[in-house]
């Protein structure tokens, strides 16, 4: 088959990878219909993540399950399935606390990169959602791409966050992740939703998304303009969807106390200020995110067409046009690219 590698740093290839195969009796092979490029596949690709090359790629992919070992009872072949970006068996005692991207069994799918034409898929009856009806329409295949990851990692930083009736959030970040943050907030119903972006198209995306109010402000400027839209108290619910230390504590500073952060941005280099947070008041929730937990209600609503997530993804191209894929996205001229094996 064929899949994506990355060889060092700014240097994506797609070539010809070994065949997947059951290994374990709980395994899954999926013919990828769809995959992506992440945002957190940035980091290795601009030398940020030490990686060992060559190193397969993406972990967000849905498709079409080829064939399934002798212990797999929820999917069987020809079913289209969506699958979370951490494999879990979903029985153990993390994952049914609702915590399976911590599962004691858990594999990341980024360790079996899924940017490729096929994908092994572990612990498949935990992991994988199958799709009512048989294959979705071409048009739904985008936002069912998304509940993959992004849109499961913005759902449960909203839920880390407790936004709700009558919150309201900030979104610190303007990727997949939080724009889909917001998509999340306006679902679980809150009042007043504010995005920090500068850039044109995704402010409009957030709009459309449910976004109240978009500023562009950074840094201790966007703190300022926060707590002005708030009457000085700050923000009920604050979403962290990047990673870096300007944007933890800009979501912190925005966050009333009393308040909740829920941070999904992968951390780099990322220190929390003890006196400063003791200060604060405010509560921290976060991490990778259990996006098995909200995945078959996630797939039910993109089904039913009452969210449509897949409008994150600005650029397709064929998986062999992968590296071009990855530029786009590291140049921020695309928000999200969808890769067509």
Do not use: N
Not at 262 to 272: E, I, T
Not at 282 to 302: D, K, N, Q, S, T
């Amino acid at each position: 088959m064929r899949g994506a590698l990355l060889y060092a740093p700014g240097d994506v290839r797609v070539e010809a990878r070994p065949d997947p195969r059951i290994v374990e009796p709980t395994d899954a092979v999926v013919r990828v219909t769809a995959t992506c490029v992440c945002g957190s596949d940035l980091w290795p690709y601009r030398g940020v993540a030490d990686f060992d090359a060559p190193r397969p790629m993406g972990h967000e992919y849905v498709g079409i399950v080829e064939e399934v070992g002798d212990d797999v009872w929820t999917v069987r072949p020809g079913e289209f399935v969506v699958g979370s970006f951490v494999a879990s068996d979903d029985t153990c005692e993390l994952c049914e606390a609702g915590y399976q991207s911590f599962c004691v069994r858990r594999v990341a799918m980024g360790s079996i990169g899924t940017q490729a034409e096929y994908a092994r898929v572990p612990l498949a009856d935990g992991t994988l959602v199958a799709v009512s009806g048989g294959p979705p329409d071409a048009d739904l295949v985008p936002g069912l791409l998304a509940a993959s990851d992004v849109l499961g990692t913005g759902w449960f930083a909203a839920v880390a966050a407790q936004a709700g009736p009558g919150t309201t959030v900030v979104v610190v970040g303007d990727g997949a992740v939080g724009l889909l943050g917001v998509l999340a907030a306006r679902r679980l119903g809150a009042e007043r939703i504010i995005a920090m972006s500068r850039h044109v198209s995704r402010r409009r995306l957030a709009i459309e998304f449910g976004a109240t109010d978009v500023i562009a402000e950074r840094g201790d400027e966007g703190v300022a303009r926060v707590r002005e839209l708030t009457g000085g108290l700050g923000a009920h619910s604050v979403i962290e969807a990047v990673g870096t230390q300007e944007a933890m504590t800009q979501a912190i500073r925005s966050t009333r106390p009393g308040g909740h952060v829920g941070f999904v941005g992968v951390s780099h280099g990322v220190r929390l200020p003890g006196d400063e947070l003791f200060a604060s008041g405010v509560h921290l929730h976060g991490g990778p995110a259990p996006v098995r937990r909200f995945l078959p209600e996630l797939v039910r609503l993109i089904v039913d067409r009452e969210i449509d997530p897949g409008r994150v993804f600005d650029l397709e191209l064929p998986l062999e046009r992968a590296a071009e894929a990855y530029q786009a996205m590291d140049a921020r001229t695309a928000v999200k690219a969808l890769l067509r094996p």
